[in-house]
């Protein structure tokens, strides 16, 4: 049996409805040299079943399990201590990876060794369709970090070497919402670098109104998070402006941020 190439590592919680169309998107890939990673986040909806009955039909899916829900980032560790391939990748419980995603993916780093990260741009999609779709063609330079995050942590492909670099995620509170954002930032101060494909390869299941939801909290954590950049990236003190977006946002009233989002 041929060694699989990709580790893909799934958080999976509270995602019943959409676990199995998720994971017939994997196994509809162009590209089939992977094993599936998958970890049950203390769901309250029969989640952990609906993948038992799935993994028990395949036999390069691996589930475990937390013993309470403990988030994305712990989540996402307790995967990568079974990833022992030479690339891994994102794939969450409720989207779906169009059929050439990881074909496109894998090929990249292939072709290019200097790079390690690589992701593409995602269709964002409800009940009524797709309403929204990402840049591609994109490699982010050290200044654009304090920005925003500069890759999307969903449809990405990463080496393994990196993620072991960085020791994975790190677990702390003030990173809750935004551990990939700090994965970046740790990969880039390592020298790591990478890139966004052009086409979007990727279906992220989202609600249109869910970034008026986001708490105060989760804004306060993202400026920390562009506040870390700065500091670990040796950016310059100014670019710290970029921290009072996240806050701005988080006391903005909803009828001003509904018309800016409109406007974007």
Same mark, same amino acid.
């Given at each position: 049996?041929?060694?699989?190439?990709?580790?893909?590592?799934?958080?999976?919680?509270?995602?019943?409805?959409?676990?199995?169309?998720?994971?017939?998107?994997?196994?509809?890939?162009? =590209?089939?040299?992977?094993?599936?990673?998958?970890?049950?986040?203390?769901?309250?909806? +029969?989640?952990?079943?609906?993948?038992?009955? =799935?993994?028990?039909?395949?036999?390069?899916?691996?589930?475990?399990? +937390?013993?309470?829900?403990?988030?994305?980032?712990?989540?996402?560790?307790?995967?990568?201590?079974?990833?022992?391939?030479?690339?891994?990748?994102?794939?969450?419980?409720?989207?779906?990876?169009?059929?050439?995603?990881?074909?496109?993916?894998?090929?990249?780093?292939?072709?290019?060794?200097?790079?390690?990260?690589? #992701?593409? !741009?995602?269709? =964002?999609?409800?009940?009524?369709?797709?309403?929204?779709?990402?840049?591609?063609?994109?490699?982010?330079?050290?200044?654009?970090?304090?920005?925003?995050?500069?890759?999307?942590?969903?449809?990405?492909?990463?080496?393994?070497?990196?993620?072991?670099?960085?020791?994975?995620?790190?677990?702390?509170?003030?990173?809750?919402?935004?551990?990939?954002?700090?994965?970046?930032?740790?990969?880039?101060?390592?020298?790591?670098?990478?890139?966004?494909?052009?086409?979007?390869?990727?279906?992220?299941?989202?609600?249109?109104?869910?970034?008026?939801?986001? #708490?105060?909290?989760?804004?306060? +954590?993202?400026?920390?998070?562009?506040?870390?950049?700065?500091?670990?990236?040796?950016? !310059?003190?100014?670019?710290?402006?970029?921290?009072?977006? !996240?806050?701005?946002?988080?006391?903005? !009233? #909803?009828?001003?941020?509904?018309?800016?989002?409109?406007?974007?």
């Amino acid at each position: 049996m041929v060694k699989p190439r990709i580790s893909v590592i799934m958080g999976i919680y509270n995602c019943a409805p959409y676990l199995v169309e998720a994971l017939d998107s994997l196994y509809a890939q162009t =590209y089939q040299n992977f094993k599936i990673i998958l970890c049950e986040d203390g769901s309250s909806d +029969n989640t952990y079943q609906v993948a038992k009955d =799935y993994a028990s039909k395949h036999d390069n899916i691996v589930l475990i399990k +937390n013993e309470k829900n403990m988030g994305l980032n712990y989540t996402l560790n307790h995967c990568l201590e079974y990833a022992d391939t030479e690339y891994i990748a994102r794939m969450d419980g409720d989207d779906i990876s169009l059929p050439t995603r990881f074909e496109e993916e894998v090929k990249f780093l292939d072709e290019h060794p200097d790079y390690s990260i690589v #992701t593409t !741009p995602m269709k =964002y999609f409800d009940e009524g369709g797709i309403f929204r779709e990402g840049k591609g063609g994109i490699e982010p330079k050290l200044t654009d970090f304090p920005k925003s995050s500069p890759f999307c942590h969903a449809p990405c492909m990463v080496r393994k070497v990196a993620y072991d670099a960085v020791e994975g995620y790190t677990v702390a509170d003030k990173l809750l919402r935004e551990e990939d954002y700090h994965l970046w930032i740790k990969m880039y101060v390592k020298g790591y670098r990478g890139y966004t494909l052009e086409e979007p390869l990727y279906m992220m299941r989202d609600d249109r109104n869910a970034a008026l939801r986001r #708490t105060f909290k989760v804004r306060k +954590n993202e400026a920390y998070v562009k506040h870390l950049a700065v500091k670990m990236l040796g950016l !310059p003190w100014y670019y710290n402006i970029y921290c009072l977006k !996240p806050l701005i946002l988080g006391i903005m !009233p #909803t009828w001003l941020y509904r018309l800016l989002y409109k406007l974007k």
